[in-house]
């Protein structure tokens, strides 16, 4: 039999309606009836509930791993509205997945990690593949979290980890995880893929240093209160409109900190982009996507439409290179929303995309979401990554 | 010397030292000085990209509007302009929940469809809702567009956020085109969904798109409307036409009717005045013609015993005295006696048959008219069709132009059959004499031109059949032959009347049928079939 999938989407208002149209689409391009397996990303104006379910009934239970996102992506789509949905069905006797959920990041992103870690090591064997991922954009402490899956052993260093961190639209109020028929937030939703199968993973963004290099003065955890002895809030102005201070939104998708990239030859670019995801106006600090040491030196970044053209050109063309005469089976598509619609014209955004796909193939199952952190190996560690596109390619 | 060439040498190092620190403090002047301009171009640049934006997103807005303006231009079913409207509050302006109500014949409004109510248990409430004009206008006057957002505290409108299953709404007021309210669009959003919709805002932008497709609709519905009560005044309209044109036709038909009865009853009164005139000529002409035969044929009996005895006086004359003087031997031989004694007989034999013939003419001429028998009477037929046979007797004759007609009879064992016989032997008159006629055309073909007669008796119905061998006769013709005043004889030759009234008589008269059935350039048939007993009919 071998491993058959299928990409379907919709854009219907409906849930009900939504989740039954692309399953039938994912079916019909997977030539299937009913799947082992399914993936879903939504965007969170449906009522998540009624869209999952919708979804379950459809593929008849299957097992079900996915997560809401700022965006979904497919071939010839990449939608950030409120509503739309991608789902891939897989029906597969060389690859396996065991798939889970848990809750509680906010308590304690470590625990949850550990809780991970437990959960995964029953299912791990040597033929795994890798770690597919989402995690709560709102509440997780992503370094938090992978030092407590970490601690669970060795094997999971060695584990890659492929995902993102849940969205909801810019809204910073609730981002969901599905795992069957459960919806839940402040969680983790993971699935791990094992069998006979290969994974391409290249990462790459489009960012570029403006202005002189600078320096962490005042750092605690993942917060940043100071940059050259000046008040973070005060820098950052510089750079920002009132309105875009006043929306967070606007200004953690226009800049970025640029830190030197640990492996600039893998990362394909000398600088390693950290997001600003948040402000506190009551403590004068922006909280990071990881943990921030005092003493960084850093750039401020900013993207660049013409660098991002070229790194999708380069990540198809190495992917490509390392897939070789070998078939792809789907593609796993992770974009930063700081790639889309906020800071880029739809075409340029749609047309960024279309060059990926159009060279790796334009028949070939292709899913994925926007997401407010990308997660993938760099260096031969998982890492948390800002601005950067993510493909991985199961061959 | 050392000490000043150190000297020199520190102090040429000084001054390089302190250019470089110049020139250094210089390029960080200008770095900075750099950095100060990108910082202002990338706000710069973002604020164009956000203007480029918001002029994207009002160019799409008004790309969509036209769009739904084609797409309502374009249709005449009120369901598809409901539809296009509800779809495009939800995907396009981006609310979550979208009513439309129209106002009924008691001033309530009602709901006429709805969408984004994908909570099955809210659908069924919603389909009651009814909205009283006063209800949610009693303080709002002439308003055409209603926003209650989620700071409304207006209790007019407040009241209808659990009804309308929206918490934060806005109404806009659906006018005709003489500015009577005819309905209502509201948009709105629930509370925990508002967060993924365009907001309702009075200030905000939004809701002149809802004014827009609001104009739009109330537009093309007011047209639909207006087309709708057109095409049904043209259809009714049509109605009366076609009820009018019916009408008329009803009545052309009836006076069809209505001259075909009378034409056909004036044939008829032609036909009986013909033939009462005819029947009183003929029945008066036979009684005078019989008497006067009668009287010669009684006194050509008489007339040639006188003359027998005056032949025999003569003779015994001759025998007493035989001889006779030279006068008498004279006038004997002038009388050519021998002569007159052989031919006389003969010539009061020929005067006698010559009677006997006039007699037999005028007795058919008696039986045809029958004017002793009006009503219906049981008679033989047969009879019937002899003496109009014998009557027609020169006609069948060969002449210098035609051959003779063969009359061939097949008459069947038929009982005595009722009818009333003088307007039966009408019809058989007028079926020979056609014939008659047909065979005496120069299209008729026949080398022996002949006339069969046929009867035969079946089920109580008798059949009577008269088949000529003449040229036979048209689809155009056989279909109208047996219409009053059809005639293809040329003008003095017959009025048409003829088989019109035959066909009267079978049918009407006697309750049967007449047929006529021909194979164009071989023959031609009329068949009568008639009940044996009136009775049967």
Redesign the interface.
């Known amino acids: 039999m071998g491993t058959q999938v299928g990409v379907g989407t919709s854009q219907h208002r409906n849930p009900k309606l939504a989740g039954q149209e692309a399953v039938a689409r994912a079916l019909k391009q997977a030539d299937i009836t009913q799947p082992d397996f399914v993936f879903l990303f939504a965007t969170v104006g449906y009522r998540q509930e009624a869209l999952v379910s919708s979804v379950r009934a459809a593929t008849g239970n299957a097992s079900l791993f996915g997560c809401s996102a700022a965006g979904v992506i497919a071939q010839g789509m990449a939608d950030e509205s409120n509503f739309a949905l991608v789902v891939m069905v897989i029906c597969s006797d060389e690859l396996r997945f065991h798939h889970g959920v848990l809750e509680g990041l906010s308590e304690s992103s470590t625990a949850v990690g550990q809780s991970l870690g437990q959960q995964l090591q029953p299912a791990y064997s040597s033929d795994a593949i890798a770690l597919f991922l989402n995690a709560d954009a709102i509440t997780v402490n992503f370094d938090d979290l992978m030092a407590g899956l970490e601690s669970s052993g060795d094997w999971t260093t060695a584990l890659p980890i492929i995902g993102g961190l849940c969205g909801d639209n810019f809204v910073y109020q609730k981002t969901y995880q599905y795992c069957d028929d459960q919806v839940i937030s402040d969680g983790v939703s993971w699935a791990l893929m094992s069998g006979d199968a290969e994974l391409a993973t290249h990462i790459s963004h489009g960012c570029m240093p403006i202005g002189q290099q600078r320096t962490i003065t005042r750092a605690e955890s993942n917060r940043i209160y100071e940059i050259d002895h000046e008040p973070v809030l005060d820098v950052l102005h510089e750079y920002l409109q009132d309105d875009e201070m006043a929306n967070w939104d606007k200004a953690a998708v226009n800049l970025g900190l640029g830190f030197p990239a640990p492996n600039p030859l893998e990362y394909g670019s000398d600088l390693f982009i950290r997001c600003m995801i948040s402000k506190d106006e009551a403590s004068g600090s922006v909280a990071a996507s990881a943990n921030i040491e005092k003493g960084s030196t850093f750039w401020i970044t900013r993207r660049n439409t013409e660098k991002m053209y070229q790194a999708a050109e380069a990540t198809a063309d190495r992917l490509n290179r390392q897939i070789g005469d070998r078939s792809p089976k789907f593609v796993f598509h992770i974009e930063c929303d700081g790639r889309g619609r906020m800071i880029l014209p739809e075409k340029d955004k749609q047309a960024i995309i279309a060059t990926m796909q159009k060279k790796i193939g334009k028949t070939v199952p292709w899913i994925g979401l926007y997401s407010f952190g990308e997660i993938c190996p760099v260096n031969q560690q998982n890492c948390l990554h800002s601005f950067t596109g993510i493909l991985s390619v199961v061959c | 010397m050392a000490d000043n060439i150190r000297s020199d040498r520190s102090s040429n190092i000084s001054t390089s030292l302190e250019s470089l620190l110049r020139e250094n403090a210089a390029l960080r002047q200008q ?2 000085d ?3 301009q ?2 202002q171009l ?2 710069t640049e ?2 164009l ?1 956000q203007l ?2 918001n002029l ?1 997103l009002q160019i799409r807005t008004y790309q969509k509007l036209s769009d739904l303006g084609n797409a309502l231009n374009q249709t005449f079913d009120t369901s598809q302009v409901i539809s296009l409207a509800l779809e495009f509050a ?2 396009e302006l981006g609310f979550e929940r979208c009513l439309l109500f129209f106002l009924n014949a008691e001033q309530q409004l009602c709901v006429e469809a709805f ?2 109510y ?1 909570d099955e248990t809210f659908t069924t409430p919603l389909q009651q809702l009814t909205i009283g004009w006063t209800d949610l206008f009693d303080t709002h006057g002439d308003q055409t567009l209603l926003v209650c957002d989620a700071n409304c505290t207006d209790e007019t409108l407040t009241q209808w956020r659990s009804q309308f299953g929206m918490d934060e709404y806005a109404v806009a007021v659906l006018h005709n085109e003489t500015q009577a309210t005819f309905g209502l669009l509201v948009v709105g959003n629930t509370a925990d ?1 508002w ?3 365009t907001r309702v805002d009075a200030d905000g932008n939004a809701l002149l798109g809802v004014l827009n497709v609001s104009n739009q609709v109330a537009i093309a519905i007011s047209n639909i409307r207006l087309y709708n009560a057109q095409q049904q005044q043209n259809r009714e309209l049509e109605h009366v036409v076609q009820e009018r044109t019916q009408e008329l036709y009803r009545k052309n038909q009836s006076l069809k009717h209505t001259l075909k009865k009378l034409k056909s009853a004036q044939a008829q009164i032609i036909h009986n005045e013909k033939m009462l005139g005819l029947g009183q000529f003929v029945a008066g002409f036979a009684h005078e013609i019989n008497n006067s035969v009668n009287t010669i044929y009684a006194n050509i009996h008489l007339a040639n015993s006188y003359l027998q005895n005056l032949l025999a006086l003569v003779k015994s004359y001759q025998e007493e005295y035989p001889q006779a003087n030279a006068f008498i031997d004279a006038a004997t031989e002038r009388a050519d006696l021998d002569f007159l004694e052989t031919d006389l007989p003969k010539l009061f034999q020929s005067a006698k048959d010559g009677a006997e013939r006039i007699k037999n003419i005028v007795l058919s001429l008696k039986s045809f008219s029958r004017k002793d028998e009006i009503a219906k009477k049981r008679v033989d037929i047969h009879d019937g069709i002899n003496s109009t046979l014998m009557l027609l007797e020169h006609q069948l004759s060969a002449d210098s132009l035609y051959p003779a007609i063969e009359v061939v009879k097949h008459y069947g064992t038929i009982p005595l059959v009722e009818c009333y016989a003088a307007q039966l032997n009408q019809v058989f008159m007028h079926l020979i004499n056609n014939g008659i006629d047909a065979l005496r055309r120069p299209s008729s073909q026949a080398s022996t031109p002949r006339i069969t007669i046929t009867t035969v008796l079946k089920d109580n119905w008798v059949t009577i059949s008269f088949e000529d061998n003449g040229p036979g006769i048209p689809e155009g013709i056989r279909s109208k032959i047996f219409e009053p005043f059809f005639t293809t004889k040329t003008v003095g030759k017959g009025p048409g009347l003829g088989l019109s009234n035959s066909y009267q008589i079978i049918h009407t008269q006697h309750g049967g049928r007449l047929e006529c059935h021909s194979q164009l350039g071989a023959a031609s048939t009329f068949r009568i079939v008639i009940p044996l007993l009136q009775t049967n009919r």
Do not use: H, P, S, V
């Open positions: 770095n900075e750099l950095a100060q990108t910082t990338i706000k973002n604020r990209f480029q934006e994207d939800i995907y969408d984004g994908y969904m967060k993924y919709q």
